[in-house]
Protein backbone atom coordinates (compact mmCIF):
# COMPACT_ATOMS: atom_id res chain seq x y z
CA UNK A 1 0.00 0.00 0.00
CA UNK A 2 2.91 2.73 0.78
CA UNK A 3 1.87 6.19 0.48
CA UNK A 4 -0.83 6.21 -1.91
CA UNK A 5 -4.14 7.13 -1.13
CA UNK A 6 -6.94 6.20 -2.82
CA UNK A 7 -9.53 9.03 -4.64
CA UNK A 8 -12.66 9.62 -1.94
CA UNK A 9 -15.53 10.41 -3.44
CA UNK A 10 -19.47 9.97 -2.19
CA UNK A 11 -21.04 6.71 -2.89
CA UNK A 12 -24.32 6.11 -1.49
CA UNK A 13 -26.22 7.06 1.16
CA UNK A 14 -25.83 3.61 2.19
CA UNK A 15 -22.35 4.99 3.71
CA UNK A 16 -23.56 8.23 5.32
CA UNK A 17 -25.63 8.65 8.30
CA UNK A 18 -28.69 10.64 7.88
CA UNK A 19 -31.64 12.44 8.62
CA UNK A 20 -34.85 11.31 8.82
CA UNK A 21 -36.84 12.58 5.65
CA UNK A 22 -40.20 12.55 7.43
CA UNK A 23 -38.52 14.93 10.25
CA UNK A 24 -39.08 12.15 12.57
CA UNK A 25 -35.91 11.71 13.35
CA UNK A 26 -35.37 9.78 17.45
CA UNK A 27 -31.93 11.03 17.61
CA UNK A 28 -30.76 14.43 18.99
CA UNK A 29 -29.70 16.31 16.06
CA UNK A 30 -28.53 16.02 12.52
CA UNK A 31 -26.13 13.69 11.00
CA UNK A 32 -22.68 14.33 9.88
CA UNK A 33 -22.16 14.09 6.22
CA UNK A 34 -19.67 12.53 3.69
CA UNK A 35 -16.13 15.15 2.90
CA UNK A 36 -15.22 14.57 -0.22
CA UNK A 37 -11.53 15.44 0.49
CA UNK A 38 -10.16 14.23 -3.00
CA UNK A 39 -12.80 14.13 -5.46
CA UNK A 40 -13.95 16.42 -7.80
CA UNK A 41 -17.09 17.11 -9.90
CA UNK A 42 -14.98 19.21 -12.08
CA UNK A 43 -14.02 15.56 -13.89
CA UNK A 44 -18.14 14.74 -14.42
CA UNK A 45 -19.69 17.74 -14.80
CA UNK A 46 -20.07 20.65 -17.45
CA UNK A 47 -21.70 19.42 -20.46
CA UNK A 48 -21.96 15.92 -19.69
CA UNK A 49 -24.90 14.26 -19.57
CA UNK A 50 -25.16 11.11 -16.96
CA UNK A 51 -23.74 8.66 -19.37
CA UNK A 52 -20.76 10.59 -19.38
CA UNK A 53 -21.14 11.94 -23.61
CA UNK A 54 -20.09 15.15 -24.04
CA UNK A 55 -22.94 17.86 -25.35
CA UNK A 56 -22.22 19.31 -28.26
CA UNK A 57 -22.64 23.54 -28.11
CA UNK A 58 -24.57 23.63 -31.19
CA UNK A 59 -27.14 20.80 -30.23
CA UNK A 60 -30.79 21.69 -30.28
CA UNK A 61 -31.99 23.26 -26.80
CA UNK A 62 -31.51 20.74 -23.37
CA UNK A 63 -34.48 19.50 -21.79
CA UNK A 64 -34.85 21.57 -18.03
CA UNK A 65 -37.67 20.79 -15.78
CA UNK A 66 -37.82 23.44 -12.64
CA UNK A 67 -39.88 21.22 -10.81
CA UNK A 68 -37.79 18.42 -10.29
CA UNK A 69 -35.06 20.60 -8.82
CA UNK A 70 -34.09 19.64 -5.42
CA UNK A 71 -35.36 22.77 -2.60
CA UNK A 72 -32.48 23.43 -0.61
CA UNK A 73 -30.55 25.51 1.60
CA UNK A 74 -27.22 26.06 3.45
CA UNK A 75 -26.60 26.98 7.08
CA UNK A 76 -23.45 28.31 8.53
CA UNK A 77 -24.38 27.30 12.11
CA UNK A 78 -27.50 29.43 12.64
CA UNK A 79 -27.58 31.79 9.61
CA UNK A 80 -28.75 30.81 6.26
CA UNK A 81 -25.71 31.88 3.63
CA UNK A 82 -27.88 29.81 0.36
CA UNK A 83 -31.22 29.59 -0.54
CA UNK A 84 -32.51 28.11 -4.15
CA UNK A 85 -35.41 30.18 -5.03
CA UNK A 86 -38.05 28.55 -6.85
CA UNK A 87 -38.84 32.19 -8.35
CA UNK A 88 -35.53 32.42 -10.46
CA UNK A 89 -36.90 32.84 -14.16
CA UNK A 90 -34.59 30.62 -16.75
CA UNK A 91 -34.21 32.21 -20.25
CA UNK A 92 -32.78 31.27 -23.13
CA UNK A 93 -28.72 32.18 -23.41
CA UNK A 94 -30.23 34.68 -26.39
CA UNK A 95 -32.24 36.39 -23.97
CA UNK A 96 -30.22 36.02 -20.77
CA UNK A 97 -27.31 38.48 -22.71
CA UNK A 98 -30.33 41.27 -22.28
CA UNK A 99 -30.45 40.75 -18.85
CA UNK A 100 -26.81 40.37 -17.75
CA UNK A 101 -24.60 42.79 -16.10
CA UNK A 102 -21.06 42.68 -15.40
CA UNK A 103 -20.06 40.66 -12.77
CA UNK A 104 -23.41 39.07 -12.42
CA UNK A 105 -23.19 35.27 -11.78
CA UNK A 106 -25.00 33.44 -14.26
CA UNK A 107 -26.23 29.48 -13.62
CA UNK A 108 -26.66 26.95 -16.68
CA UNK A 109 -28.85 23.91 -15.70
CA UNK A 110 -30.30 21.19 -17.73
CA UNK A 111 -32.23 17.83 -16.53
CA UNK A 112 -29.51 15.38 -15.84
CA UNK A 113 -26.37 17.45 -15.46
CA UNK A 114 -24.66 18.74 -12.87
CA UNK A 115 -25.81 22.89 -12.71
CA UNK A 116 -22.79 24.87 -14.48
CA UNK A 117 -21.73 28.47 -12.97
CA UNK A 118 -20.09 31.52 -14.85
CA UNK A 119 -19.25 35.37 -14.09
CA UNK A 120 -20.43 37.32 -17.00
CA UNK A 121 -17.57 39.96 -17.77
CA UNK A 122 -19.43 42.07 -20.36
CA UNK A 123 -19.26 42.19 -24.38
CA UNK A 124 -21.48 38.86 -24.39
CA UNK A 125 -18.79 36.77 -22.62
CA UNK A 126 -17.93 35.02 -19.46
CA UNK A 127 -15.28 33.64 -17.76
CA UNK A 128 -15.90 29.98 -16.21
CA UNK A 129 -13.98 26.88 -14.89
CA UNK A 130 -14.69 24.18 -17.21
CA UNK A 131 -12.56 20.66 -17.78
CA UNK A 132 -10.11 21.30 -15.14
CA UNK A 133 -9.49 25.11 -17.10
CA UNK A 134 -10.14 28.47 -16.62
CA UNK A 135 -11.85 30.18 -19.62
CA UNK A 136 -12.90 33.02 -21.63
CA UNK A 137 -15.95 32.08 -23.72
CA UNK A 138 -19.26 33.35 -25.57
CA UNK A 139 -22.33 32.99 -22.88
CA UNK A 140 -23.91 31.63 -26.03
CA UNK A 141 -21.52 28.96 -26.11
CA UNK A 142 -20.50 28.07 -22.69
CA UNK A 143 -24.41 27.70 -22.03
CA UNK A 144 -24.24 24.19 -24.40
CA UNK A 145 -27.92 24.62 -25.09
CA UNK A 146 -28.93 24.62 -21.67
CA UNK A 147 -31.09 27.24 -20.18
CA UNK A 148 -29.86 30.15 -17.70
CA UNK A 149 -30.51 32.09 -14.73
CA UNK A 150 -29.31 35.16 -13.15
CA UNK A 151 -27.85 33.64 -9.51
CA UNK A 152 -26.70 36.94 -7.24
CA UNK A 153 -28.55 36.51 -4.66
CA UNK A 154 -28.48 32.64 -4.33
CA UNK A 155 -25.47 32.66 -1.85
CA UNK A 156 -26.18 35.72 1.13
CA UNK A 157 -22.70 37.11 1.35
CA UNK A 158 -21.90 40.85 0.31
CA UNK A 159 -20.68 40.55 -2.72
CA UNK A 160 -17.60 42.47 -4.12
CA UNK A 161 -17.83 45.56 -6.43
CA UNK A 162 -18.51 44.69 -9.74
CA UNK A 163 -15.50 46.12 -11.59
CA UNK A 164 -13.45 43.49 -8.63
CA UNK A 165 -15.90 40.57 -9.57
CA UNK A 166 -14.74 41.08 -13.00
CA UNK A 167 -11.00 41.63 -12.23
CA UNK A 168 -11.01 38.23 -9.99
CA UNK A 169 -12.33 36.22 -13.03
CA UNK A 170 -9.91 37.73 -15.31
CA UNK A 171 -6.89 37.17 -13.56
CA UNK A 172 -7.52 33.65 -13.60
CA UNK A 173 -8.23 33.27 -17.43
CA UNK A 174 -5.75 30.11 -18.43
CA UNK A 175 -5.35 28.80 -14.81
CA UNK A 176 -5.25 24.62 -15.39
CA UNK A 177 -4.64 21.62 -13.37
CA UNK A 178 -2.75 22.02 -10.53
CA UNK A 179 -2.91 25.64 -10.56
CA UNK A 180 -6.77 25.73 -9.49
CA UNK A 181 -7.75 26.32 -6.31
CA UNK A 182 -11.71 25.48 -7.26
CA UNK A 183 -13.17 22.25 -7.39
CA UNK A 184 -16.05 23.01 -9.57
CA UNK A 185 -17.22 25.99 -11.48
CA UNK A 186 -19.94 26.71 -8.80
CA UNK A 187 -16.92 27.49 -6.06
CA UNK A 188 -14.85 29.34 -8.77
CA UNK A 189 -17.74 31.76 -9.81
CA UNK A 190 -19.11 32.43 -6.13
CA UNK A 191 -15.33 33.10 -5.02
CA UNK A 192 -14.84 35.87 -7.92
CA UNK A 193 -18.26 37.65 -6.71
CA UNK A 194 -17.50 36.87 -2.88
CA UNK A 195 -14.05 36.61 -2.33
CA UNK A 196 -14.55 34.54 0.66
CA UNK A 197 -11.57 31.76 1.04
CA UNK A 198 -14.17 29.23 1.98
CA UNK A 199 -15.06 28.18 -1.66
CA UNK A 200 -11.51 27.48 -2.25
CA UNK A 201 -10.21 24.12 -2.14
CA UNK A 202 -8.21 23.52 1.41
CA UNK A 203 -10.21 27.01 2.07
CA UNK A 204 -11.54 25.88 6.01
CA UNK A 205 -10.32 22.73 8.06
CA UNK A 206 -12.29 19.48 7.75
CA UNK A 207 -11.34 18.66 11.41
CA UNK A 208 -13.81 18.99 14.78
CA UNK A 209 -17.16 20.29 14.50
CA UNK A 210 -19.51 20.59 11.71
CA UNK A 211 -20.59 24.37 11.64
CA UNK A 212 -22.40 23.49 7.83
CA UNK A 213 -25.82 22.28 7.30
CA UNK A 214 -27.13 21.35 4.19
CA UNK A 215 -31.45 20.87 4.30
CA UNK A 216 -32.89 19.12 1.91
CA UNK A 217 -36.52 19.57 1.83
CA UNK A 218 -38.50 16.55 1.37
CA UNK A 219 -41.86 18.05 1.28
CA UNK A 220 -44.07 21.39 2.54
CA UNK A 221 -43.06 20.13 6.11
CA UNK A 222 -40.06 17.92 6.30
CA UNK A 223 -36.47 17.81 5.72
CA UNK A 224 -33.61 16.10 5.46
CA UNK A 225 -30.34 17.51 6.73
CA UNK A 226 -26.60 16.68 6.68
CA UNK A 227 -23.93 18.46 8.74
CA UNK A 228 -20.29 19.27 7.11
CA UNK A 229 -17.19 20.82 8.55
CA UNK A 230 -16.36 23.19 5.27
CA UNK A 231 -18.69 25.17 2.87
CA UNK A 232 -17.27 23.36 -0.14
CA UNK A 233 -18.15 19.76 1.10
CA UNK A 234 -21.81 20.91 1.19
CA UNK A 235 -22.02 22.70 -2.18
CA UNK A 236 -20.66 18.98 -3.55
CA UNK A 237 -23.36 17.38 -1.47
CA UNK A 238 -25.26 20.00 -2.74
CA UNK A 239 -24.46 19.62 -6.54
CA UNK A 240 -24.31 15.58 -6.50
CA UNK A 241 -28.06 15.88 -6.10
CA UNK A 242 -28.65 18.67 -8.64
CA UNK A 243 -27.01 16.19 -10.63
CA UNK A 244 -29.65 13.18 -9.60
CA UNK A 245 -32.83 15.68 -10.08
CA UNK A 246 -35.60 15.61 -6.88
CA UNK A 247 -37.33 12.04 -8.20
CA UNK A 248 -34.22 10.21 -7.74
CA UNK A 249 -32.63 12.05 -4.94
CA UNK A 250 -35.56 11.23 -2.87
CA UNK A 251 -35.97 7.93 -4.12
CA UNK A 252 -32.35 7.68 -3.23
CA UNK A 253 -32.79 8.67 0.66
CA UNK A 254 -35.76 6.53 0.76
CA UNK A 255 -34.24 3.25 -0.32
CA UNK A 256 -31.44 4.50 2.14
CA UNK A 257 -34.04 4.96 5.06
CA UNK A 258 -35.72 1.16 3.87
CA UNK A 259 -32.42 -0.72 4.59
CA UNK A 260 -31.47 0.95 7.76
CA UNK A 261 -35.07 0.04 9.22
CA UNK A 262 -34.37 -3.63 7.83
CA UNK A 263 -30.84 -3.36 9.68
CA UNK A 264 -32.60 -2.62 12.67
CA UNK A 265 -34.87 -5.76 12.14
CA UNK A 266 -31.79 -7.94 12.18
CA UNK A 267 -31.37 -10.46 14.76
CA UNK A 268 -28.61 -8.87 17.19
CA UNK A 269 -29.04 -5.37 15.53
CA UNK A 270 -28.30 -2.90 18.36
Known amino acids: MGNQMDKLSH ?3 AEVPTVDPTGLDTDDGPRIGVSYIFSSDDELEDGCALDGSEKESNQEEEHFDQRDEVE ?5 RDECIYERSAQLEVYSPENLLNKCKAGDLVEFVASGQYPHWAVYVGDFQVVHLHRAEVKNSFLTDASQGRRCRIVNDSYKFKPLGADMVVQN ?3 QVGLKDRELSWRNSECFAAWCR ?3 REFK ?3 EIR ?8 KIFTSAKHSH ?5 SLEDAIMEKRRNDHLGRTAALRELACHYRNVEGSKKQPGAQ
Open 11 to 13: LSY
Open 72 to 76: CSVYH
Open 169 to 171: AME
Open 194 to 196: FGR
Open 201 to 203: MGG
Open 207 to 214: IGKQPYRL
Open 225 to 229: VLEFQ
